[in-house]
């Protein structure tokens, strides 16, 4: 079993930063690939970002290219979600994921997901 446990939400004014965590514990060396998901209200799903766990391959999403920054920490087990100069339309229950493909922007393509984390963006 794999748990994923994400922290570091919050509110937050436009133009401002946070940075998201999501610790891994358990089963956790066959994950090749850890993500950012988010989610608005009455939205679907929508991927952010992506890194590869070994050698970090990084995809990150249009939306967020240029603000938003994804990293690893190994000895951690650990993933991070900079996110800088935030918008209104940022705001949105943050998921972290991971699965065992080296690739993948969809939600079916990750098998483990963290419990979300809010991210409000005020104007």
């Known amino acids: 079993q794999v748990q994923l446990v994400e922290s570091g939400g919050g509110l937050v004014q436009a133009g401002g930063s946070l940075r998201l965590s999501c610790a891994a514990s358990?089963?956790?060396?066959?994950?090749?690939?850890r993500a950012w998901f988010r989610q608005a209200p009455g939205k679907e799903r929508e991927f952010v970002a992506r890194?590869?766990?070994?050698?970090?391959?990084?995809y990150t999403a249009d939306a967020v290219k240029g603000r938003f920054t994804i990293s690893r920490d190994i000895p951690k087990n650990t993933v991070y979600l900079q996110m800088n100069s935030l918008k209104p339309e940022d705001t949105a229950v943050y998921y972290c994921?991971?699965?065992?493909?080296?690739?993948?922007?969809?939600?079916?393509?990750?098998?483990?997901w963290g419990q979300g984390t809010q991210v409000t963006v005020s104007s």
């Open positions: 994921a991971a699965g065992d493909r080296s690739y993948g922007s969809a939600s079916p393509d990750y098998d483990y």
């Open positions: 358990g089963r956790t060396s066959d994950l090749y690939t």
């Open positions: 890194i590869t766990w070994s050698s970090p391959n990084i």
